[in-house]
């Protein structure tokens, strides 16, 4: 069965529109690991819009399962992953400009910056994780370049407007899933997964993990937090 990791960066987005102390989403993080999550994402960006430096070194104190760090490719980055030591980093994509991550990491272009960055995190002993679009020449740059693990971007798949889309881009997912696989990368997969869109995913046996934020907290504004990633680990249980 996949795993499940839930990434709490809207539980600092709305503490951030007050700029108090509450919701705290270290608190989140300890109440979606009662829940049976398997690992806290956290996306630390430059900005600071959300997650701020002070949440990452308490999660680092607090979490039991893997806090998962995405960040830009950036040597103040790099600097801070090197001193907090998340389980996994996940290396995005960042415009200061952007609601939310808007694509993969293009390592056509970037190839010798993230190949600099996954050595040095990679020394420091940290596995590193690449989110890049699902296309077959990305899964071959990011292997070649030593990366632990890809995520696979299905935000395409997820925001297409038309069945036609939606699986055109669900094919690319597959293809680029079982490259990674056969490459032997670990392969994860996020951006946009609901509890709808999360059932395309029966029988792609290659996907390790999902990373899912904004639907999961979403619901929880209705359901409560424990309720909402039950329901998200029970229907990737039916996978
Ligand atoms: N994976 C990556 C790399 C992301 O940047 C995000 C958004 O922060 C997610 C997964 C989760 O996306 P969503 O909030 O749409 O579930």
Redesign the pocket.
């Known amino acids: 069965m996949p795993s499940l990791a839930v ?1 709490v ?1 809207h539980v600092a987005t709305l503490r951030e529109a007050r700029k108090i102390n509450i919701p705290d989403p270290v608190t989140a993080a300890a109440m979606v690991e009662l829940a049976g999550a398997d690992g806290v994402v956290v ?1 630390l960006r430059e900005d600071r819009r959300h997650i701020q430096d002070r949440d990452v070194r308490l999660l680092r104190e607090t979490i039991k399962t893997k806090l998962i760090l ?1 960040m830009a490719t950036t040597s103040a980055m790099i600097a801070i992953a090197l001193e907090i030591k998340p389980d996994l980093v ?1 290396l ?1 994509p960042e415009k200061r400009e952007e609601l ?2 808007e694509g993969g990491l293009d390592l056509s272009l970037h190839k010798d910056a993230v190949s600099d960055a996954v050595q040095a995190l990679q020394k420091g002993g940290i596995p590193v994780s690449i ?1 890049v679009d699902p296309d077959l020449d990305q899964i071959k740059l990011a292997h070649r370049i030593d990366a632990n693990c890809v ?1 696979i971007h299905t935000g395409t798949f997820c925001d297409a407007d038309t069945p036609k889309k939606g699986s055109e881009a669900f094919k690319k997912i597959v293809n680029s899933a079982k490259l990674a696989h056969k490459l032997k990368l670990r392969v994860n997969a ?4 609901g509890y709808q869109t999360i059932k395309a995913f029966k029988k792609l046996s290659e996907i390790d993990e999902f ?5 999961i907290i979403a619901r929880a504004v209705f359901v409560g937090l424990d309720q909402a990633v039950r329901e998200m680990i029970a229907l990737i249980k039916e996978l």
Do not use: C, R
């Open positions: 990434n960066d996306h995405e996940t995005v939310t991550t989110f995520e996020g951006h946009g997964l990373s899912i934020g904004h639907s």
